[in-house]
């Protein structure tokens, strides 16, 4: 099926065709043959052109076989299959935009404590008062801080993993943030108090891994009451809200910082530090 961008007036009597790659356009001779060396895309473009595919229907199956081709011709199906396999990444591009077109949509509109005189700006000092609860360096001062008040080897043991996890996701995060550099919303007052430099980027929400992963945390290793838990839970949920409220984040940087704060308490059972294994390590470094 050709593409909708395929439907250029250029193509019509051996003219450059235009094609389109990361929204740039750029120029394609129909009278040249396809380049081996050019990028995927750039083929996957030049395949999908209704002129091209004639061009290349015409080809004798030998040659089509031998075209080298990224399209799924060298293995000799049919043009049906072909289609398929063009028309998915398009598809998945359009629900991507489509999803990120809501994201930025829906974020705007629940960015009600964006600054004082938002709609809900009254409400600010509340949010600011999650986000304190959810940030990094209360949750290390504190962990340290029961850490070496703790007279108990398992308390010791459990504090001591805690650290350990608030120091990871501290990493994980920069990592990511650093490789994605997503900007924070447009609406976003940056106000925030003792950040990185990469925490001028949004995604993921720092505050939101540490929320699930602390969240986890305390529910698998603390012996709470079921009121506590649900609090806990409650905690965890309006930190992430507390996030798109103030304009720091957009939703989809929340919900994939639950994601991955949830997948890094995993990583810290995984990578549990027994008093053996602590002992074992000091006893090396000794
Ligand atoms: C000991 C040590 C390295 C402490 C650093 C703690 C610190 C500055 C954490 C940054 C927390 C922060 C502002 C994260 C950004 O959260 P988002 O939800 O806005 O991504």
Partial sequence: MPSPKAKNPGRSGGSPVLGSSNGRYEFMSLTKPLNRSSPPHLLQRQGSD???ARLRASESPTRRRGSGSSTGSASGQGPP????IRLNPSL??????????????????????ACEDSSWGSVRPLMKLLEI?????PWLAGTAYCLYKSDSAAGQEVMLNLFMGLLLDLILVGIVKALVRRRRPAHNRMDMFATFSVDRYSFPSGHATRAAMCGRFLLAHLVLAAPLRVLVLLWVGLVGLSRVMLGRHNVT???FGFWMGYCQYNLVE?????PQTLQG????SA
């Fill in 50 to 52: 209704p002129t091209t």
């Fill in 81 to 84: 299959e072909e289609d398929g």
């Fill in 133 to 137: 609860s959810g940030h990094g360096i």
């Fill in 270 to 274: 995984m990578l549990w530090l027994s």
């Fill in 281 to 284: 390590l000091l006893g090396q």
């Fill in 92 to 113: 998945i591009r359009v629900a991507l935009s489509s999803l990120l077109a809501i994201d930025l949509w829906l974020s705007k509109q629940l960015g009600v404590c």
């Fill in 253 to 255: 940087d929340v919900v």
